[in-house]
């Protein structure tokens, strides 16, 4: 797996986590992947922290790549895929994901 976590130091909102990692997009059959061949790949940072014991819950999801246009069952299986990568990764059951979590992040070079 091609996911990284920043920072690990127990629970609550004094210890936010940051996740990186990339989803792959077909857009014949419309499919999302973590792990097999890409036609498109999306690159994801998320913010969230340790809600409990053995639970993640994400603040807010980044893409830093342009989604592809998507109808809402598509829309839906990505945010599927987000939060079972994101339970991969924490080794935790993530909360619910919602699309207004999610937020396009362009990242200005200086």
């Known amino acids: ?23 792959k997009f077909w857009e014949s059959g419309n499919k999302w992947a973590y792990e097999e061949p890409p036609f498109k790949e999306i690159r994801f940072r998320v913010l969230g922290q340790s809600y409990g014991k053995n639970r993640w819950r ?4 980044q893409y830093r790549d342009i989604l592809p246009n998507q ?25 619910t994901i919602t699309m207004d979590l999610l937020d396009y992040w362009e990242h200005e070079v200086i």
Request: with cysteine; glycine share 6%.
């Open 71 to 95: 109808s809402k069952k598509e829309a839906n299986s990505m945010l599927s895929m987000l939060q079972q990568t994101i339970s991969t990764l924490t080794n935790a059951t993530c909360m």
């Open 58 to 61: 994400p603040h807010l999801i």
């Open 1 to 23: 797996m091609s996911g990284e976590k920043k920072s690990e130091h127990g629970y609550g909102a004094y210890n936010p986590q940051v996740i990186d990692f990339t989803l």
